[in-house]
């Protein structure tokens, strides 16, 4: 009984251990160093705040859970990939690093890498959880993992980047063809981190638990 018991876990777990080995060919490596932008879209990827691409809609309407957090070789561009649910177990990860890299590249029209996966910051193997959005905390966490421009523009501060974490609407756009840097949504302080988000698991079957 005992060694039934033994096999089962192992196939339970095996899958899962090799899932993740194989989507770390996708994480960056590269020496990187991120403005208070790239700071600020990181928080908002961990709180689900973003300008939904795939819907009609001008944005996600509601919270929803990181999966995968790209940035671009430069790190002047993020883009996001989220569960319809609260908890990002709900959804499947099937190709989630794949498509999330091709998004990225697709939309920055430059090669894209991981830097997030879930909560944890991947880059550089540094394998990194962050639960707290504090924009100060934050600033020194990347600091110490030399993940941050020194010379970064300074308009974030303690008390307001609360109001940039939960934009809901800007007056950007997603077409890097016909507008600059400055607004170009993933690119700007003032305009929303682009992404996607995947149905959960219960909506892929019929069901929505989703509210």
């Not at 879930?118 to 540094?126: A, G, P, Q, S, T």
């Not at 993933?186 to 079957?205: F, H, M, V």
Request: proline fraction near 1%; glycine fraction near 6%.
């Amino acid at each position: 009984m005992k060694k039934k018991i033994l096999i089962l876990l192992f196939i339970i777990f095996i899958p899962s251990a090799n899932s993740f080995s194989s989507i770390t060919k996708y994480f960056g490596s590269s020496k990187i160093n991120l403005d208070e932008t790239g700071v600020i879209n990181f928080l908002r990827y961990l709180e689900g705040t973003f300008h939904a691409e795939d819907v009609v809609f001008s944005r996600a309407a509601k919270l929803m859970s990181p999966m995968y957090y790209a940035i671009s070789e430069d790190g002047k561009i993020g883009y996001g990939l989220f569960c319809r649910s609260n908890s990002s177990v709900d959804c499947y990860d099937d190709f989630g690093a794949y498509k999330v890299i091709e998004y990225c590249k697709e939309y920055s029209g430059k090669k894209c890498f991981i830097f997030a996966y879930r909560d944890e910051i991947v880059w550089n193997n540094l394998n990194i959880r962050v639960k707290d959005l504090d924009f100060v905390k934050n600033i020194k966490l990347f600091k110490e993992l030399q993940l941050f421009d020194e010379k970064s523009s300074q308009k974030i501060n303690k008390d307001n980047y609360l109001q940039y974490i939960y934009m809901d609407e800007d007056k950007c756009s997603s077409n890097k063809n016909s507008v600059a840097l400055s607004k170009l949504r993933g690119a700007n302080l003032d305009c929303l981190l682009p992404g996607r988000y995947e149905q959960t698991i219960n909506d892929k079957s019929g069901g929505n638990n989703y509210n």
